[in-house]
Protein backbone atom coordinates (compact mmCIF):
# COMPACT_ATOMS: atom_id res chain seq x y z
CA UNK A 1 0.00 0.00 0.00
CA UNK A 2 1.24 3.61 -1.10
CA UNK A 3 1.11 6.53 1.56
CA UNK A 4 2.33 9.88 1.27
CA UNK A 5 5.14 11.07 3.56
CA UNK A 6 7.14 14.43 3.91
CA UNK A 7 10.44 14.47 4.98
CA UNK A 8 12.58 17.13 5.95
CA UNK A 9 15.81 16.41 3.75
CA UNK A 10 18.91 18.39 3.98
CA UNK A 11 17.04 21.08 5.08
CA UNK A 12 14.51 20.85 2.28
CA UNK A 13 10.88 19.45 2.52
CA UNK A 14 10.28 16.72 0.45
CA UNK A 15 7.20 14.74 -0.21
CA UNK A 16 7.19 11.14 -1.11
CA UNK A 17 4.55 8.66 -2.28
CA UNK A 18 5.92 5.35 -1.08
CA UNK A 19 4.92 1.91 0.51
CA UNK A 20 5.94 3.05 4.86
CA UNK A 21 7.97 -0.06 4.76
CA UNK A 22 10.30 1.23 2.05
CA UNK A 23 13.66 1.32 3.72
CA UNK A 24 14.87 5.00 3.90
CA UNK A 25 17.42 4.56 1.37
CA UNK A 26 15.24 3.13 -1.04
CA UNK A 27 13.64 6.39 -1.24
CA UNK A 28 16.94 8.86 -0.84
CA UNK A 29 18.64 6.81 -3.78
CA UNK A 30 15.70 6.33 -6.04
CA UNK A 31 13.01 8.41 -4.84
CA UNK A 32 15.25 11.70 -4.86
CA UNK A 33 17.92 10.88 -6.89
CA UNK A 34 20.81 10.96 -3.33
CA UNK A 35 24.51 9.80 -4.20
CA UNK A 36 25.81 10.18 -0.68
CA UNK A 37 24.56 7.02 0.79
CA UNK A 38 25.65 4.06 -0.27
CA UNK A 39 23.99 0.59 -0.73
CA UNK A 40 26.32 -2.63 0.75
CA UNK A 41 25.28 -5.01 3.18
CA UNK A 42 21.83 -4.21 3.61
CA UNK A 43 21.40 -5.77 7.09
CA UNK A 44 23.01 -2.46 9.37
CA UNK A 45 26.01 -4.49 9.40
CA UNK A 46 28.54 -2.09 7.63
CA UNK A 47 27.48 1.93 7.57
CA UNK A 48 27.85 2.37 3.92
CA UNK A 49 24.33 3.60 4.34
CA UNK A 50 23.96 5.80 7.06
CA UNK A 51 22.72 9.17 7.78
CA UNK A 52 21.94 11.47 10.03
CA UNK A 53 18.19 12.05 11.90
CA UNK A 54 18.35 14.52 13.92
CA UNK A 55 21.70 14.69 14.73
CA UNK A 56 21.42 10.79 15.36
CA UNK A 57 23.75 7.96 12.55
CA UNK A 58 20.75 5.49 11.32
CA UNK A 59 21.49 3.05 9.04
CA UNK A 60 19.00 3.96 5.71
CA UNK A 61 18.95 0.85 5.08
CA UNK A 62 16.72 -0.80 8.03
CA UNK A 63 14.90 2.38 9.20
CA UNK A 64 11.57 2.52 7.21
CA UNK A 65 10.61 5.82 6.04
CA UNK A 66 7.47 5.95 8.17
CA UNK A 67 9.31 6.14 10.78
CA UNK A 68 11.26 9.61 9.75
CA UNK A 69 8.70 11.36 8.92
CA UNK A 70 8.52 15.00 10.18
CA UNK A 71 12.75 14.59 11.10
CA UNK A 72 15.46 15.97 9.85
CA UNK A 73 17.49 13.91 8.01
CA UNK A 74 20.97 14.81 6.80
CA UNK A 75 22.77 12.88 4.00
CA UNK A 76 26.41 13.32 3.36
CA UNK A 77 25.06 16.10 0.38
CA UNK A 78 23.97 18.31 3.23
CA UNK A 79 26.73 17.85 5.79
CA UNK A 80 28.66 21.57 4.86
CA UNK A 81 24.99 23.27 5.12
CA UNK A 82 24.30 21.36 8.55
CA UNK A 83 28.07 22.02 9.92
CA UNK A 84 27.62 26.25 9.11
CA UNK A 85 24.07 25.80 10.84
CA UNK A 86 26.32 24.02 13.65
CA UNK A 87 29.07 26.76 13.70
CA UNK A 88 26.64 29.71 12.86
CA UNK A 89 28.88 30.53 9.86
CA UNK A 90 27.67 33.00 6.76
CA UNK A 91 27.83 30.53 4.34
CA UNK A 92 28.48 26.38 3.75
CA UNK A 93 31.88 25.25 3.01
CA UNK A 94 32.48 23.48 -0.02
CA UNK A 95 33.57 20.75 1.79
CA UNK A 96 32.56 19.68 5.17
CA UNK A 97 35.95 20.23 7.54
CA UNK A 98 35.76 16.07 7.73
CA UNK A 99 35.27 15.04 4.33
CA UNK A 100 38.29 17.88 3.39
CA UNK A 101 40.76 15.97 6.55
CA UNK A 102 39.84 12.76 4.51
CA UNK A 103 41.09 14.37 0.70
CA UNK A 104 43.90 15.52 2.66
CA UNK A 105 45.28 12.28 4.56
CA UNK A 106 44.36 10.64 1.40
CA UNK A 107 42.02 8.06 3.16
CA UNK A 108 39.40 6.54 0.77
CA UNK A 109 41.30 3.96 -1.30
CA UNK A 110 37.82 2.62 -2.67
CA UNK A 111 35.86 4.86 -1.50
CA UNK A 112 32.81 2.89 -0.69
CA UNK A 113 32.84 3.51 3.03
CA UNK A 114 33.21 6.97 3.24
CA UNK A 115 29.51 8.30 3.71
CA UNK A 116 28.87 5.88 6.62
CA UNK A 117 32.58 6.93 8.04
CA UNK A 118 31.93 10.47 7.88
CA UNK A 119 28.24 10.53 8.80
CA UNK A 120 29.69 9.23 12.11
CA UNK A 121 32.27 11.12 12.43
CA UNK A 122 30.38 14.22 12.01
CA UNK A 123 27.75 12.94 14.63
CA UNK A 124 30.47 12.09 17.05
CA UNK A 125 32.51 15.85 16.61
CA UNK A 126 29.13 17.39 16.98
CA UNK A 127 29.23 15.55 20.36
CA UNK A 128 32.20 15.86 21.24
CA UNK A 129 34.49 17.94 19.21
CA UNK A 130 38.02 16.94 20.78
CA UNK A 131 37.25 13.27 21.25
CA UNK A 132 40.33 10.82 22.34
CA UNK A 133 42.06 8.23 20.13
CA UNK A 134 40.13 5.62 22.25
CA UNK A 135 36.65 7.54 21.79
CA UNK A 136 37.31 8.00 18.02
CA UNK A 137 37.91 4.18 17.74
CA UNK A 138 35.25 3.40 19.80
CA UNK A 139 32.72 5.65 18.20
CA UNK A 140 33.70 4.21 14.29
CA UNK A 141 33.28 0.89 15.52
CA UNK A 142 31.08 -0.83 13.58
CA UNK A 143 31.69 1.00 10.34
CA UNK A 144 33.79 -1.32 7.86
CA UNK A 145 36.26 -0.45 5.64
CA UNK A 146 37.24 -3.67 3.19
CA UNK A 147 40.29 -1.79 1.97
CA UNK A 148 41.46 -1.30 5.78
CA UNK A 149 42.17 2.22 5.85
CA UNK A 150 40.94 2.93 9.11
CA UNK A 151 44.36 4.78 10.38
CA UNK A 152 44.16 7.32 7.87
CA UNK A 153 40.18 7.66 9.02
CA UNK A 154 41.69 7.80 12.63
CA UNK A 155 44.63 10.66 11.29
CA UNK A 156 41.84 12.46 8.90
CA UNK A 157 39.15 12.46 11.90
CA UNK A 158 41.81 13.92 14.78
CA UNK A 159 42.55 16.71 11.72
CA UNK A 160 39.04 17.57 11.22
CA UNK A 161 38.71 17.71 15.05
CA UNK A 162 41.30 20.32 14.77
CA UNK A 163 40.54 22.05 12.29
CA UNK A 164 37.16 22.65 13.25
CA UNK A 165 38.27 23.67 16.73
CA UNK A 166 39.19 27.01 14.92
CA UNK A 167 36.24 27.84 13.11
CA UNK A 168 34.50 29.58 15.24
CA UNK A 169 32.30 32.87 14.71
S1 LIG B 1 24.06 -1.03 3.72
FE1 LIG B 1 23.20 -0.31 5.55
S2 LIG B 1 24.58 -0.97 7.08
FE2 LIG B 1 25.34 -1.88 5.27
S1 LIG C 1 38.07 2.84 1.17
FE1 LIG C 1 37.32 1.01 0.26
S2 LIG C 1 35.86 0.29 1.69
FE2 LIG C 1 36.81 1.92 2.70
Redesign the pocket.
Known amino acids: MTDSFKLKVNGREQAVSVSPDTPLLYVLMNELALRGPRFGCGLAQCGSCSVLVDGVEVRACVTPVSNVAGKAVTTLEGLPALYAEQKRLPQPPALHPLSQAFVDQQA ?7 NGMTIKAAELLAQNPKPTEAQIRSHMDGHI ?3 G ?1 YPLILKAIQLASIRMAGDVR
Not at 109 to 114: D, L
Open positions: PQCGYCFCRCT
